[in-house]
């Protein structure tokens, strides 16, 4: 087992890329994630939800914000049940209304954080970390926080450098 793991929601298909709508055959955080996992190791956890959000865009953001007012917690087709054994948590996602997808938090709540060190990754096009940091530190008590890495996703494909230097500093 490795010391890292890395938990990211990521979303392919119609993304808001640059103004504009996009299909894209990968998602921006996945490849964050895979950035992630080649420069320090790790375990690769996706979240995926029982119910699929919309191929549409804009039907996605609605059901998104619906979730987020509501404090939702999608359930999920499968659950992590235990981060034991690792000392590195990345958690990334895209910026869905200035947090993470619910979904994550639907994961993150069901684990003990105590002792880990954890790190926010955050996919966006405009909107930075958000406020998921501090979401994140609601979330998983016990934990320490490392710095937070904002990627914009229209150049999450060529930020590899960047993230692999930001991943190798912080375990």
Known sequence: ???????YYSRKGENYCNGSIKNLA??????????????VGGDLFEIKTVKEYAEDYYVCTDEAKKEL???ARPELKNYLSSIDGYKNIFVCGPCWWGTYPMAI????????FSG??????????????????????KICKG???GKGLAVHGADSAKSEKAVAQWAKKEV
Do not use: P, W, Y
């Not at 087992?1 to 938990?7: C, D, L, T, W, Y």
């Not at 921006?28 to 080649?38: D, L, W």
């Not at 938090?105 to 003990?112: A, G, N, S, Y």
């Not at 880990?116 to 958000?130: C, D, I, R, Y």
């Open 1 to 7: 087992m490795s010391e890292n793991i890395i938990i």
């Open 26 to 39: 990968k998602g921006n955080t996945k490849i964050i994630a895979e950035f992630i996992q080649k420069a």
């Open 69 to 71: 007012n509501e404090n």
């Open 105 to 112: 938090f639907t994961q993150l709540e069901k684990l003990d």
């Open 116 to 137: 880990k060190k954890v790190m926010a990754v955050m996919t966006h096009e405009g909107s930075g970390l958000g406020v998921c940091e501090r979401d994140l530190k």
């Open 143 to 145: 934990a320490s926080f």
